[in-house]
């Protein structure tokens, strides 16, 4: 069955550059969350888009950005990175918003800051 | 906001029945109970979804009483692949589109 795809899987950055993190949903799928997973830490809900517009916003830093496409993708960017950014960034998808249909998550992409 | 609470904690040996609880007093009508498996360096995976009394699946049992203001996850004769955390969500239906906040989860160790 297919899974949601995200890429890359790890990613290596020096401060103050610049990263982009992608996600492919499940087929069908047209709800995208990120979330941002610090060392030993629970997961933090950064955002989340439903149809193409972003549907919910937790605590993204100004420097990130995310959009979904047309054909439901959803990109996170990441500008003026920090050491504080290196973490794990899970894409979850679902078939409408919220968790009552339960989410379906990828297996992130790991970002080191340097 | 419905929040949850769990253990930070757990240790079972291989082979026996584990329980874990959370708390979310805060649940809204609409909301279902969901749990989620994760291990190191990977995303969490699904493991149960329920609204109210039992739901059992191939994996576990969920638990639900009349109130809803906690739940119980129930992992059957439990292997060290198991050793995980275990995450309960609630669904927040705050600024009129749902979003899901993980808490604290709950580290289970199995033992051989």
């Known amino acids: 069955a297919a899974g949601v795809i995200q890429s890359p899987r790890h990613l290596i950055k020096e401060k103050r550059e610049t990263a982009t993190l992608k996600c492919y949903p499940i087929p069908r799928h047209d709800t995208v969350y990120w979330y941002q997973q610090g060392p030993g830490q629970d997961p933090q809900f950064l955002i989340s888009f439903y149809e193409k517009m972003q549907s919910d916003k937790g605590s993204i830093p100004d420097r990130f950005s995310a959009q979904q496409f047309s054909d439901y993708h959803s990109e996170l960017n990441m500008s003026s990175l920090e050491l504080g950014d290196s973490a794990l960034y899970f894409c979850?998808?679902?078939?409408?918003?919220?968790?009552?249909?339960?989410?379906?998550f990828g297996s992130g992409t790991r970002l080191t800051v340097v | 906001l419905a929040k949850t609470t769990q253990p930070i904690s757990m240790d079972s040996y291989e082979g026996q029945e584990v329980n874990i609880t959370c708390s979310h007093n805060n649940i809204a009508t609409n909301d279902y109970i969901t749990w989620y498996q994760q291990f190191p360096s990977q995303g969490p995976r699904f493991i149960i979804q329920?609204?109210?009394t039992k739901v059992t699946n191939e994996v576990a049992s969920l638990f639900i009483p009349a109130d809803r203001k906690s739940s119980t996850l129930s992992l059957p004769r439990v292997s060290l692949s198991d050793t995980a955390v275990y995450y309960c969500?609630?669904?927040?239906?705050?600024?009129?589109?749902?979003?899901?906040?993980f808490g604290t989860g709950t580290k289970l160790q199995v033992i051989p």
């Open positions: 329920g609204y109210k």
């Open positions: 979850a998808s679902s078939l409408s918003p919220g968790a009552n249909y339960g989410y379906t």
């Open positions: 969500l609630v669904g927040d239906m705050s600024g009129g589109y749902q979003k899901v906040t």
